[in-house]
């Protein structure tokens, strides 16, 4: 065997060599590439898990929400409502108070000159408003 043959047979032995390593080193880097690729579907599976439920909290409180601005919304008209009508009540009470007080004032009609005195200019005026309506009445 001549120099030539075992400078061929040693070339080939580190071909080999050198393609055995990058075989080995292929084979383990896709292993590791395969356990990465598996870690990473559990996790994105985990993932769209929680993102379900996420997504099913989002609209139960979206409903609820929902529910709670209509009732209230309903609750403000009521509340509306219910101040229009203290006003209006309040508005006729004070009319019927004045009206009360006026009519009052009027039976009493028999009031000596000292106890005269205690009633009011806006009183006098009051009685003779009203004195006026019962007369325009009757």
Same mark, same amino acid.
């Given at each position: 065997?001549?120099? /030539?043959?075992?400078? @061929?047979?040693? #070339? ?5 060599? #050198?393609?055995?390593?990058? /075989?080995?080193? *292929? ?5 590791? #590439? /395969?356990? @990465?690729? &598996? ?9 769209? *898990?929680?993102?379900?439920? &996420?997504?099913?909290? @989002? ?15 309903? *609750? ?17 009470? /004070? ?24 009633? *009011? ?15 325009? =009445? =009757?």
């Amino acid at each position: 065997m001549t120099e /030539s043959t075992y400078l @061929i047979i040693g #070339v080939s032995l580190l071909v080999a060599v #050198v393609i055995l390593a990058l /075989s080995i080193y *292929t084979f383990l880097q896709t292993k590791k #590439v /395969s356990k @990465i690729q &598996l870690e990473l579907q559990q996790q994105n599976l985990m993932l769209e *898990t929680s993102l379900k439920k &996420l997504q099913s909290k @989002i609209e139960f409180l979206n409903a609820g929400s929902l529910g709670l601005g209509q009732r209230l919304m309903n *609750t403000e008209k009521r509340l509306t409502h219910s101040l229009e009508k203290q006003d209006e009540l309040v508005h006729n009470n /004070s009319e019927q108070l004045y009206r009360r007080q006026a009519d009052r004032l009027l039976k009493n009609s028999s009031i000596n000159v000292q106890e005269s005195d205690a009633v *009011t200019r806006s009183e006098a005026k009051l009685m003779a408003l009203v004195g006026k309506k019962h007369q325009d =009445n =009757n």
